[in-house]
């Protein structure tokens, strides 16, 4: 026996000390990260990547503006082509090479396969040094910085916002003759989106009552073509809002574009609720401008063409459909309070350090300084980018960049978006595989049950673990009582308490109405008896 | 044994080229087996090669580089041989202006080429649609309908790279000696019988030459992919180069690629092997001593 007399005591000491070590080891960290300071005067020079006609202007300002208020550093701002970022990075950041300090993240459903090089800024924003009260964090949309989480760790800051949008024409939908026929058809009124969020099947039979009828040429416009992620992106809005409706049973959303996955990290292709959105979502397609090619370049154009009565698409649009010379639908279209289903995806760019940078410091200094109240304007004017800060949001009003009921709707979409950390790191291929086997469905070639096991086998040969049907293990259970007091907050505990047990499977609330006048007594009581 | 002072010289002139070689085509290619064979832990394995047998995209990017490949190679050889020979047997004043334009495409970078191709087939605004929708025809969705796409790329793969076999048929047909068609038209050859017995054999060596270099252009073929299509819609338009790309820089698994990127390079190998094999092209260029 090896743990025998002195031996176990020996080793039970070894054991407690490396134990303290490591705890001793991690809050000496932390302590340091919390109270080192920037040296006083930050020099030298990093290289900021930007993206070719999203965010390169405004990065070329604020670099320019950091400069000049920070004499003796470079900040060097390379522009990628749009696209190249994150193959960029793999290639650069893989063989260990610098060549980027600061770094932004066009998709932070990509965030998953770069976290690994990437600092994590947790410590540093805690440290009033690196960012000061001024930075407000508070003031940062939290559906917008929540997606740069992944594991407790916090890879990157949002640089603009964006969110996916249901874009309406009230023309269509206030059109009598168009509710007449369309009751007839589909046996109840043809809702309004205005005030009621549609359902998704309510979606597809309204986008099948349009498409190349009652002056519409498509039924709606959604992007459904070839590039990257523009497929997967529209289906994951409707996908969405099936799975976070199913949340008792899989667990809860963790990410934007999470949705795919059960609390458990597994992917959920392979579920019926996944099967039945992607039979609607084919059939969206079907009533859709150029069905499998309609992209992100495309789908805004064709919408302010005046084509179709609907579209899916994410914020940019809003800053052009009023301009004339760019749209024929001036005044005739709206957004919706909330997407159909009532879940919406964030989108948005997010700035991170590279680990191996030569300048944490300026890199960290010039992170701040880009995403801080008033450099994050930049963004809005100089590349028409959505604002990521509430203030931001505050001034496109005063600034008459946007209306107040535009931003109104922006933000009620973003509160209803899927929140959460991001930790995607099968993304690329599960991203492929969707794009790849839908358009076979669309032509008829397989069936849905056939796509989803090929999607599901492309994600298992990632790596990634398939959702077996065993609800994830709830944290939460067992049984626990309520006080409340009778005619008082009886009513509203015991809806709240049903609420939560049908949110948490295995948990057991009972809420004990207590005689108004009595409670202090009965308190007392249980508690004088424990 | 010991080098003697001129092979030493000669060695240190050749020096350059031998790290040149060295460094930038024999360290990746045993990088690229030793990454085929190892797993991402370093570990061997033939596990990337079994999986090709599975890999259902690898099979369709074959059976779509097979299609693209003939098709592509049979368009861009026969319009560069008919062309150059229109345009040889041409002889007005306008000569060097429609060389010019012939060899246009030649000159624009193929990116661009594919976002002109993009416009072109656009279903909405693009001018072959519109030219179609005139004559009353419904318009075609060029690169979004799956059966369509690849005889789309084929088009637009034909007009970037089939003046490149103009070209060098062309100029082998500027080498044939005059002096023969004159002796045929002496003997009184009909004109098929010029083409058959004496313009044919003539460039014969050129027709080889276009043939090599335009089926390994088309082999090598991935920018108009990646700008028109991105493979799709579905894996529609998916060639081993596009697939090669996608594994390792979209997907981030060096060592399939790696092994995607050997098969590549046998097929290339084992084409470029029988052209050696069955033709005289090796003697055309000057590779080998023409046989007596």
Known sequence: MIFKGKSISKTLAAVVVIIIIIIAGVGAYYYYMSTITPSSKITGSITVAAEAGYNDAALEQIAKNYMASHPGTTINVVTLSFGTAVTSYQTAFSSGIDTYDVVFFPNVGYLGSI?????????????????????????????????????????GLPCSGDVMLFYYRPSYFNNVTNQKLFLEQYGYPLPNPANTTLTLQQLVDIANFFNGHHGAKYGIIMMTGPDDDDMIQTFLDLFGSVRVADESVLGPVTAPYGDMFSSNGEILSNTSIFKSTLLAFVDLIKDSENPLEASFTTVPGTFARGDAPMMIFWTPPLLTLNNPKMSSIVGDWAVAPRMPGGVSQTGGVGLGIYKGTHNLPLALSFLEYATSP??????????????????????????????????????????DSVQGPANLPYWPQISAAFR?????????????????????????????????????PNPLSGTFNVDAMAGYNDAALKQIASDFMAFHAGTNVNVVSIPYGSVVTDVLTVIICV | MRMNRKYKIGLLFALPIIIYFLIFFLYPLVSLVQNAFTNSAGTFTLANFNYMLRDRILKIS??????????????????????????????GRLTSVFRTIILLPLMISPVVIGLMWMLLYNVNYGSIDYLIRIIGLPPVNWLGNMSIALISLIIANTWEYSPFA??????????????????ASVDGLSRFQVFRYITIPSIRASMIVAFLLN?????????????????GPGYSTYILSFYEYVVAFSYFEKNYASAIAILYLLIIGAFVFVMLKFTAVEEYLGLRKIKE
């Open chain 1, 436 to 472: 790849g086997e839908v358009p076979y469905i669309f032509s008829g070639k397989i069936t849905v049950a056939k796509a989803a096991s090929a999607i599901t086998a492309a994600a298992v040969q990632a790596g990634a673990k398939v959702y077996t049907g065993v609800p994830p």
């Open chain 2, 166 to 183: 103009f070209l060098i048929i062309y100029a082998g047909l500027q080498m044939v000696p005059q002096q023969l068609y004159e002796a």
């Open chain 1, 374 to 415: 008033n450099q994050s304007i930049y963004y809005m004017t100089l590349d028409d980018l959505i604002p990521f800060r509430y203030s931001g949001f505050s001034y496109a009003i005063s600034h008459h960049l946007l209306s107040t009921s535009l931003i109104d709707a922006v933000l009620s979409n973003l509160e």
């Open chain 2, 215 to 231: 089926s390994i252009g088309v082999l090598k073929g991935f920018d108009l992919v990646y700008v028109l299509t991105n493979g």
């Open chain 1, 115 to 155: 976290a690994q090089y990437l600092i994590n800024l947790k410590p540093y924003l805690s440290n009033k040094n690196y960012f000061p009260a001024s930075y407000n964090i508070s003031d940062i949309v939290p559906s917008m910085l929540s997606p740069f989480e992944i594991n407790g760790s916090l890879y």
């Open chain 2, 62 to 91: 074959l059976e779509n580089t097979a299609y693209y490949f003939f098709g592509s190679v049979a368009l861009q050889y026969s319009v560069g041989f008919w062309v150059a020979l229109i345009l040889y047997n041409y002889t």
